[in-house]
């Protein structure tokens, strides 16, 4: 791991809420700003949700202050807020937005109409010199009331050295109503075809810009749903007991180790352990998976899940940011805030993108001028301002974000937490999965899974004196004999002289008869002959379970077989997988026996058993080299090595285990069906990417050289001004909707 990495994980993280960027160019410079602050190790700037992303050890009053000399305003976001107030800063914003299109709208429609009638009087007569000077004023003061936060911004990055989509509209707008303003004080010396006043122009353009600005807003808003539905989750109030007496406080003011009650229909408040009481909690929320948990004594509960039947007790175990549920909004914020390649690259390409528009304009102007018809000074003013409205670069620069944004949401709904924007692009190119067995093909849990019983017993019989035996065993299947005696509620015979034989099994007297329990070697060691039950032994390790005799007074009783079985829905995973044309790799530490007998029930083909944890990530690395992309699935903590060197790493969480660090997705409930959806939703994403990017590119080709005038020698058609205003609006709201549809994906089946 480089030391870069290693400080990422160790750093500190500051988000921040960034006003005033309008397009994908001023993405870079807000990075830029951020970056330069000492301690900083890392910045992701979000112009989908206007966020910004800092890992490092810095001031977050330096941030904000670097932020505001980069002519940017910067609020720090700390904890779970409150989504309603988000929701009612950006209905605010939202309804300034509709005012100030609405004025543009009203006033620009109107000076279209009388234009269209003639109702205005000629430009340089008599009546015309006193109210086409009104109508430069009363334009002038809607110009600042609906576009000073573009002039504002444009001048922020004039001043700095920049240029950006505020800039494109500044000069536009700006150059309309100037160029309007000398068509009127010299109209006396202009050719009569050149006396035209484009107020109207500048005003609706601002009117469209708004509208669609406006229209976005409420979109992306809409997006970043998942979010504000996870922030939701989280109570404001807590029952706690405190001497004796039930409180209910803020939940900022409960403490670690402090008893909570919640009564049904009520939101869990905090992590925690139940310590009285039963229910069945509704952790949807978590896992994705919809049918209830049953909770008893020592069952862990998480924030923000539902309590449905019964009142319980319970002591806090996590606290405001280290719950469950703070933990999966962190990791769905930074996967949001994260940049797969792509979009690195759009960054680079719109950090270019205005300046290069700008000389578009100038070359536009001069080459009508000199070259153009009759008035050559008109044509050259309006094909010049078509361009620079028409190619404001908001579609480019929300592309990618907004898709990321609303693919990391849907994938939260689901039970999958993408933890970084590459996973996400990464994901859908995977040629090769390599699964862990245990916890991830398999339960992770043994349990009995085979009773065999000869003449003189019964199963039950057999079961009972096995876990009479085992009771005072610290072997690991032990528990599992324990839980299925406890199952059948048979009851347990009272054990003396136990005695452990490390290798081989356990031996005790119960009832004054000498028992003896566990493998073919502790038979041979007591002189009891197993040879006839060889066939049965083999039979059940080729199926991967683990068998044990049992032996009383010299004398064998029956077998007992112990498996960890597979997940009911392992076999299908696998399956879908295979059809996606992924090959699928089984790695174990365990025997070779045992891990045949569970590929083959899975369905996988390549096994490699007998794997340290520490070699999982060598078998990684080879076959990357072989050119194989590899996503590795395990359980978070013994596969770290190989979750990392993974291309795309996935992590069986708990629910509750969920940062965990070495993983680029958890998936938060068992199910290995989750790793086929996880890469169908990639494919989606990259899929919708690449359609808002090219719809994107292709709107700025093929309107760029149309606003210029390209068709006007073929055809007479010159692009109006308005139209591009509109134009413009539109291509941004069409990114908005397209990326929207992966809010409805279909994930499964």
Known sequence: ??????????????????????????????EGALASVPGVVSVNVNFADHSAMVKGHADPELLKQAVVSAGYDAAVMEGLENPEEQEALEQNRYRSLMKKAAVAGAFGALLMLAEHFAWLPEIGSATGRWVWPEIALITLGILIYSGLHFYLGAAKALSLGQANMDTLIALGTGAAWLFSCIVIDFSGVLPSLAKHAYFEAAVVILAFINLGTGLETMARGRTSGAIRKLIGLQPRTARVIRDGKETDVPIEE??????????????????????????????????????????????????????????????????????????????????????PDIARLVDKISGIFVPIVVLIAILTFALWYYFGPVPSLGYAFVTSMTVLVIACPCALGLATPISVMVAVGRAAQSGILIRQGDALQKAGQLTCVVL????????????????????????????????????????????????????????????????????????????????????????????????????????????????????????????????????????????????????????????????????????????KAQVLPQDKAGIIKALQQQGETVGMVGDGINDAPALAQADVGMAIGTGTDVAIESADVVILQGSLLKVPEAIALSKATVKNIKQNLFGAFFYNTISIPVAAGLLYPFFGILLNPMIAGAAMAMSSLTVVANASRLRWLKLSG
Not at 6 to 17: F, G, H, P, Q, V
Not at 276 to 286: Q, Y
Not at 522 to 541: P, Q, R, T, V
């Open 436 to 607: 862990d067995k245990t916890g991830t093909i398999t339960e992770g849990k043994p349990a009995v899974s085979t009773i065999k019983h000869t003449a003189k017993f019964d199963g039950d019989s057999v079961l009972a004196w096995a876990a009479s035996i085992e009771s005072g065993s610290e072997h690991p299947l032990a528990a599992s004999i324990l839980a299925a005696a406890e199952q059948k509620q048979l009851k347990l015979e009272k054990v003396q002289k136990f005695e452990a034989i490390a290798g081989h099994g356990v031996v005790a007297t119960i009832n004054g008869k000498p028992v003896y329990f566990g493998n073919r070697a502790l038979m041979e060691l007591k002189g009891i002959d197993a040879s006839k039950f060889d066939g049965e032994l083999a039979e059940l390790s080729a199926l991967g379970q683990t068998p044990m005799l049992l032996a009383v007074d010299n004398t064998i009783a029956g077998i007992i077989a112990v498996s960890d079985p597979i997940k009911k829905d392992s076999a299908d995973a696998i399956q879908q997988l295979q059809k996606l044309g992924v090959r699928v790799i089984m790695v174990t530490g365990d025997n070779n026996i045992t891990a045949l007998a569970i590929a083959k029930q899975a369905g996988i083909t390549e096994v």
């Open 254 to 339: 409960v403490g670690l180790g402090e008893t909570l009650r919640v009564r049904p229909g009520e939101k869990i408040a905090v992590d925690g352990v139940l310590i009285e009481g039963h229910s069945t909690v509704d952790e949807s929320m978590l896992t994705g998976e919809p049918i209830p948990v049953e909770k008893s004594v020592n069952s862990e509960v998480v924030a923000g899940s539902i309590n449905q039947t019964g009142t319980f007790l319970f002591k806090a175990t996590r606290i405001g940011r280290d719950t469950a549920l703070a933990q999966i909004i962190k990791s769905v914020r930074q996967a949001q805030s994260s940049k």
């Open 1 to 30: 791991m480089s030391t870069e990495q290693a400080s990422e994980i160790t750093s500190d993280e500051t988000r921040l809420s960034i006003m005033g960027m309008s397009c994908a160019g001023c993405v870079s410079t807000v």
